[in-house]
């Protein structure tokens, strides 16, 4: 069995954290997986969303302290970071990616998987997820650049309540605050999470990357120089074949039918 699942069907990517006994505790072996797993989709064109979740009855707990600690302790202080490094860009990737990406949270969501969900592009949760940062707790400052993105979804104030007073946060307070875009019943979660990427691999490809690549941009760019690049990519997707497919769809009453051109 390997820490990492990865299923690719009607322009959907599955990646799912694959260590349900261990509440999808996250090992070395895992965190190379992702990264391996999300850079190979990022270059597929096929591609249109992508799904990071956990197999079993959780996201993720985080880091496997019990595995991390002897697997931090068996290596020199250089090779453990050098290994780590590369694991660190999971959210930069899931970040910069052209499909959309949505983090599905059922169970547990704490400390790197916490961080590793504030980075999709949406996020979803059962009613019976849980989610905390979690790690004041364990001595750690934190990995996975949630203080980064989380401040971008929540606000400064609320960011840092949850980093430097971490508690533990159920799945209804997480949508009163903003933290994620839908809460579903458990028992539905998985048929709710299939029809939004359903619905979202049907749109037109080449408008869900223009929408992705609009937020990335309106991130760096100021007003001034934000308006033309949007006016420009804008123009080029109008002048599309999905676009003029949309359009005669829409006259003739009909589901447009797009080839990403």
């Given amino acids: 069995m390997t820490d990492v699942t990865v299923e690719k069907k009607d322009g959907v990517a599955r990646v799912a954290m694959n260590r349900p006994e261990r509440r999808n505790g996250m090992n070395m072996a895992m965190l190379a997986g992702m990264i391996d797993a999300l850079e190979e989709i990022a270059s597929d064109d096929s591609i249109r969303v992508v799904v990071v979740t956990g197999n079993g009855n959780d996201f993720s707990v985080g880091a496997d302290l019990a595995l991390v600690a002897g697997e931090a302790s068996g290596n020199g202080e250089s090779e453990w970071t050098a290994r780590i490094w590369d694991t660190y860009r999971i959210p930069l990737v899931l970040h910069d990616m052209p499909q959309v990406t949505l983090a599905a949270i059922d169970?547990?969501?704490?400390?790197?998987?916490?961080?590793?969900?504030?980075?999709?592009?949406?996020?979803?949760?059962?009613?019976?997820?849980l989610f905390t940062t979690a790690f004041l707790k364990v001595g750690a400052?934190?990995?996975?650049s949630g203080a980064w993105t989380l401040p971008r979804i929540l606000g400064r104030?609320?960011?840092?309540?949850?980093?430097?007073?971490?508690?533990?946060?159920?799945a209804a307070e997480a949508?009163?605050?903003?933290?994620?875009?839908?809460?579903?019943?458990?028992?539905d979660f998985a048929a709710e999470i299939d029809a939004i990427t359903e619905r979202l691999a049907g749109s037109a490809p080449?408008?869900?990357?223009?929408?992705k690549a609009n937020f990335k941009d309106a991130e760096t760019l100021g007003f001034a120089d934000y308006v033309p690049v949007e006016s420009k990519r804008h123009s080029e997707l109008m002048a599309s074949a999905d676009a003029r497919e949309a359009a005669s769809a829409f006259m003739q009453k009909r589901t447009p039918v797009f080839e990403g051109r």
């Fill in 107 to 129: 169970g547990a969501c704490a400390g790197a998987a916490f961080g590793i969900a504030c980075a999709a592009d949406l996020r979803f949760a059962s009613d019976r997820a």
């Fill in 141 to 144: 400052a934190g990995d996975m």
């Fill in 157 to 170: 104030a609320k960011a840092h309540e949850l980093y430097f007073l971490p508690e533990k946060i159920r």
């Fill in 175 to 187: 949508l009163e605050i903003g933290l994620v875009n839908r809460v579903f019943a458990a028992e």
């Fill in 206 to 211: 080449l408008a869900l990357r223009g929408i």
